[in-house]
């Protein structure tokens, strides 16, 4: 393994947050597309919102990989591991669900890609919801706790965070 940087990293800086902002930001497109096709009975709005919930499902893996092997290095001093426990489990829990939830909405545009029932809506609704924790969890790892900032590693370095 190369050897660490001042963030405790063996490339320049956090990769984690940069795809999973990606993913975030395809799960509420997929969502806001579903929502505006359904209201407005814009088809093609269903359109966008399937491949948007497919490039997210592919991309949440790459998000969790670099996030546990971030984790892994962060070397999470006790105030910061409930945090940093509660973000990776959720963080699994939504790379499952979406998939799931892409795999049913793969299912519902084969047989109309018109429609998007209301049951569906409501399940989407509970994955936004597990992102909108998760970005709350994701901001108590990095602003509260500042996992990965170079004075917390170094703090670490120098045992002053036990």
């Known amino acids: 393994m190369p050897p660490l940087n001042n963030q405790n990293l063996p490339y320049p800086d ?4 940069v795809v999973v ?11 806001f597309c579903d929502i505006t096709g359904y209201l407005s009975r814009n088809h093609r709005m269903f359109e966008v919102s ?3 919930l497919v490039l997210a499902s592919v991309a949440i893996f790459v998000a969790v990989i670099f996030g546990q092997i971030e984790a892994a290095l962060a070397q999470p001093y006790p105030a910061a591991q409930p945090a940093l426990n509660w973000h990776t489990i959720n963080g699994w829990s939504i790379s499952g669900i979406l998939v799931a939830i892409t795999a049913w909405r793969g299912i519902i545009r084969v047989r109309d ?3 998007v029932p209301v049951v569906y809506l409501g399940a989407a ?7 909108c924790l998760q970005i709350y969890l994701g901001n108590l790892v990095d602003w509260v706790y500042g996992l990965h900032t170079v004075p917390v590693v170094e703090a670490m370095k120098q045992g002053l965070l036990k």
């Open 125 to 131: 609704t509970f994955l936004m919801c597990l992102v």
């Open 50 to 52: 399937w491949w948007n």
């Open 21 to 31: 902002h990606f993913v975030i930001a395809m799960v509420f497109f997929a969502y």
């Open 113 to 115: 890609p018109l429609k």
């Open 14 to 17: 956090t990769m984690h947050p």
